[in-house]
């Protein structure tokens, strides 16, 4: 399972079994294997005086010593094995399931994973005045999963709620919980009365993943049919999500180009689609005017059966996420060439008349193609759906709040940049409206954090105020000499 969220679950009987744990280390941790060790030894000496006629008798003394020996050792695996469980204090959620701590598990035969579809029913026990006494019940066919929400943080408790509330069948869910969820999402609220730059985490999350995951009746295009004059003819899928596809598709039987395909939701309000509509359509007509060599070609916009369509240049290789997966995080040399070529693609949109902002720099829009970097699109078709359905989309840890608060600047796109620094780095998906820092994962320059840091800073004032200077900065760290 691929997980969407990871959320720190720190419950007061895993922090009891830790603290337990750790406290009988030097008994199982060094004593055990310490004392095994010379038992060993003990037990070795009288089995060569057995063989040389000594002690004749003392074979049931040599058994004793090696079972005694024997228990030493399993005892040290099995603290070093608890001690590994009980760290574990992650929840994994996806729109497959949840994955569960080793603990709350146990109730469950140890089945950590957990579909969506196999809870009957969830309660919440406790007063909804007081979150950290309350406690989720989650029933299955075979159990009970009992989840403290003391152990976990407001906002992932947000995360939590709105993933039920969007992938749990309506049966089995507890009034209770929309209670709750509306009860942080006012506190959220509140708080952002009293803070200009505070955000409301329930709406995000309720936003991004009713948009991502919600069934709809949007059916993409079908292998071997034609648009445009019957000019363009689908090859296959090569992506599909909420009201949007991409295909690979063949030109006048020749050519391979992509085909990028949105749909404005039927039940949009007729307004809505307009806009939509138009701000597609002006969008569309600046994609064709791009001239840049690493910026994928956008041959035509039409439309066909109420379909807004892009037709683009198609370009061979893997995406920076594909090669980190495969290869693991990037050496910040490397890291550090393609972010001075990104920086160079942000220079020319942003100086663009008007400028233009890209909305959606992430590592499944970046094509490696040996040491260059092939961005291949753009925010333009989201944003058509986007507006439509007053959703946001795009991955969360790359979107800066300004973007989230439907705010988008030429510094969120140095925010996106920052964030898919981070990924080449690090390997992992930075937070989301977090200040992502390298350097508490793996070894960088100083000056390589501290950009990073400073582009994905939460306060556009404090991040570097043009693309020119990122870039400025990228060519000053790469003379730096390795440590």
């Known amino acids: 399972m691929t997980p969407e969220k990871i959320i720190i679950y720190d419950s007061i009987p895993a922090k009891v079994c830790l603290f337990l744990c750790n406290l009988s280390l030097p008994i199982w941790g060094v004593l055990a294997p310490a004392m095994a060790g010379l038992t060993a030894v003990f037990g070795i000496i009288c089995l060569l005086g057995l063989m040389v006629g000594l002690n004749e008798n003392s074979w049931n003394d040599l058994i004793k010593i090696l079972g005694f020996c024997f228990y030493l050792i399993l005892l040290f695996f099995l603290g070093t094995i608890a001690k590994g469980l009980i760290e574990d204090n992650k929840i994994l959620i996806s729109e497959d399931g949840l994955t569960v701590p080793i603990l709350p598990s146990l109730s469950n035969k140890m089945r950590r994973f957990i579909e969506w579809r196999e809870i009957k029913s969830i309660m919440l026990v406790g007063d909804l005045g007081e979150v950290d006494n309350l406690k989720l019940h989650m029933m299955l066919d075979e159990g009970t999963v009992k989840l403290g929400l003391d152990g976990i943080s407001n906002n992932d408790i947000e995360y939590l709620l709105v993933s039920m509330s969007n992938w749990l069948p309506q049966r089995a869910q507890d ?111 600046l994609l064709l005017k791009l001239d840049h060599p690493k910026i994928v070609k956008v041959h035509e916009h039409f439309s066909e059966a109420d379909r807004q369509y892009l037709l683009l240049d198609y370009v061979s290789g893997q995406n920076l996420r594909q090669l980190v997966r495969l290869q693991g995080p990037m050496h910040q040399l490397d890291a550090l060439d393609y972010g001075e070529q990104l920086a160079d693609i942000l220079i020319y949109l942003h100086e663009l008349e008007p400028p233009m902002v890209h909305r959606d720099l992430t590592p499944d829009n970046i094509v490696v193609n040996g040491d260059k970097v092939m961005l291949i699109d753009f925010g333009a078709a989201n944003e058509i759906v986007g507006t439509a359905t007053g959703t946001l989309i795009g991955k969360q840890g790359y979107i800066a709040p300004e973007q989230f608060r439907g705010h988008a600047t030429v510094l969120s796109d140095l925010y996106a940049l920052g964030a898919t620094l981070h990924f080449m780095l690090c390997g992992r998906e930075p937070e989301a409206l977090c200040q992502s820092t390298p350097q508490a994962l793996v070894k960088v320059f100083p000056a390589l954090d501290l950009l990073v840091q400073s582009l994905t800073n939460q306060d556009q004032s404090e991040r570097p105020q043009s693309a020119k200077i990122v870039k400025g900065k990228i060519a000053a760290i790469r003379q730096l000499p390795l440590e």
Request: neutral net charge; charged residues 25%.
């Open 175 to 285: 009034l209770r919980l929309q209670e709750l969820k509306e009860s942080l999402w006012n506190a959220g609220s509140l708080e952002s009365a009293n803070q200009d730059h505070a955000l409301s985490f329930t709406r995000m999350w309720e936003d991004e993943l009713s948009d991502r995951f919600s069934s709809t009746a949007y059916i993409p295009l079908n292998p071997g049919q034609k648009l445009l004059d019957s000019t363009v003819k689908v090859i296959k899928q090569l992506a599909f999500g909420g009201w949007s596809a991409v295909y690979l598709v063949q030109e006048s039987n020749t050519k391979l180009k992509v085909l990028k395909e949105c749909v404005i939701p039927p039940l949009a309000s007729d307004d809505l689609k307009a806009k939509a509509l138009g701000m597609f359509s002006r969008e569309a007509q």
